[in-house]
């Protein structure tokens, strides 16, 4: 797998693939998807082009033969943090390992450019399955939760008022 840095150019290919992991039919091909628990979109063009924009920010992408096909965003959280985040794998070559190699780059990254001994994650409180795929990768809960943005359109629209978040680390 290639990995690269975005750049503003990805915009439009990254944000379909983000979109096709995360919500709709398309989504519910992978096993990691968001489709029952929030409709809408996962994110927006404008917070793809900040992230990109953002010196504390890497959006890292997974160029396949045929064009991009997973990314992870990894960002400075502080002095010793980094954050973990928008991990996206197409969902026609989801359960191949990409994810892991996605995760194993972020940490990279999170150590080589941001100097963090410690990386962390939110993850929706109802995905069990996701919170013990991380925890296999490694990742712990901390017992820290946060609160799910329900009336921000920009993170989707729930469709219960029941979502959370629980937030998982792990040392570098």
């Given at each position: 797998?290639?990995t690269r840095p975005a750049?503003?150019?990805?915009?439009?290919?990254?944000?379909?693939?983000?979109?096709?992991?995360?919500?709709?039919?398309?989504?519910?091909?992978?096993?990691?998807?968001?489709?029952?628990?929030?409709?809408?979109?996962?994110?927006?063009?404008?917070?793809?082009?900040?992230?990109?924009?953002?010196?504390?920010?890497?959006?890292?992408?997974?160029?396949?033969?045929?064009?991009?096909?997973?990314?992870?965003?990894?960002?400075?959280?502080?002095?010793?943090?980094?954050?973990?985040?928008?991990?996206?794998?197409?969902?026609?070559?989801?359960?191949?390992?990409?994810?892991?190699?996605?995760?194993?780059?972020?940490?990279?990254?999170?150590?080589?450019?941001?100097?963090?001994?410690t990386i962390e994650m939110?993850?929706?409180?109802?995905?069990?399955?996701?919170?013990?795929?991380?925890?296999?990768?490694?990742?712990?809960?901390?017992?820290?939760?946060?609160?799910?943005?329900?009336?921000?359109?920009?993170?989707?629209?729930?469709?219960?008022?029941?979502?959370?978040?629980?937030?998982?680390?792990?040392?570098?």
């Amino acid at each position: 797998m290639d990995t690269r840095p975005a750049t503003l150019a990805d915009i439009p290919a990254l944000h379909r693939l983000v979109e096709r992991a995360y919500r709709g039919d398309t989504a519910r091909k992978g096993w990691t998807h968001e489709a029952d628990l929030l409709g809408g979109q996962r994110t927006d063009v404008e917070a793809l082009s900040d992230m990109i924009a953002d010196p504390m920010q890497r959006i890292l992408l997974a160029i396949g033969a045929d064009g991009l096909v997973g990314c992870v965003q990894v960002s400075q959280k502080n002095a010793d943090t980094a954050y973990l985040g928008l991990l996206s794998v197409d969902p026609d070559v989801q359960a191949g390992g990409l994810g892991k190699a996605l995760i194993d780059a972020a940490e990279r990254t999170a150590q080589a450019e941001f100097s963090a001994s410690t990386i962390e994650m939110t993850v929706i409180t109802q995905r069990s399955e996701l919170i013990a795929y991380y925890e296999r990768r490694g990742y712990a809960l901390t017992g820290e939760t946060r609160p799910f943005p329900h009336d921000d359109e920009r993170f989707g629209l729930p469709v219960t008022r029941d979502l959370s978040f629980v937030v998982l680390a792990k040392a570098l």
